[in-house]
């Protein structure tokens, strides 16, 4: 399992599943693939995950 954040449009529990280095015209920019509980799946900058415990709480309220 990857590492856990929260998924940018619902904010339920997410995995990066893959995390890649891309060029750009101001040097290579990490991008992660995300995939939510919900079914959302995303290509984003690394740099746009919420990390530690920003994502305590949306586990917790999935536990209920």
């Known amino acids: 399992m990857g590492?856990?954040?929260a998924c940018?449009?619902?904010s339920a529990?997410?995995?990066v599943t893959e995390v890649v280095?891309?060029?750009s015209t101001h040097g290579p920019?990490?991008?992660?693939?995300?995939r939510c509980v919900r079914r959302h799946w995303f290509f984003m900058p690394a740099a746009r995950l919420v990390r530690g415990e920003a994502?305590?709480?949306?586990?917790r309220g999935l536990a209920r």
Request: glycine share 4%; proline share 13%.
């Open 29 to 34: 920019v990490d991008h992660a693939r995300v």
């Open 13 to 15: 529990p997410a995995e």
């Open 21 to 23: 280095r891309l060029g």
């Open 55 to 59: 994502t305590e709480p949306v586990l």
């Open 3 to 5: 590492e856990l954040t």
């Open 8 to 10: 940018p449009e619902c």
